[in-house]
């Protein structure tokens, strides 16, 4: 299958196809005249690598968990679970410095909006010296 069929069937965009080869998300094949080649399993391989991504997971963590796939879907080995929850563990902490952060904008914006100083009102970040 050659990348514009691949594409196509797909939904993906061709500089996103060879972005992944790039990350070693994917691999082609070239022909005599150069042109990329992919194998069969290539549409199933892209739709694992975009529920991945839309899981949050980064390029870096996906090409270390594609080969721990079984199966045509995205059915994990077992001893891949200690790595995904430390994704997991990840996404919730930067949830929770997004969540100060926006109480922290939030409280300035309220004490701007009021006139009054915001200085106290807000509390520092974590690791932030005030």
Known sequence: MKIGELARETGVSVRLLRYY???ELLTSERTSGGHR???ADA????GRIRVLLAAG????AIRDLLPCIEGPGVDFDPCVIGHLRNEL???DARITGLQDARSSLAGILAATERGTSAVGSVAAPVGVAG
């Open 21 to 23: 080869e790039e990350q």
């Open 37 to 39: 080649t992919y194998a």
């Open 43 to 46: 549409p199933a391989m892209v």
């Open 57 to 60: 997971l980064t390029s870096r």
């Open 89 to 91: 563990d990840g996404i």
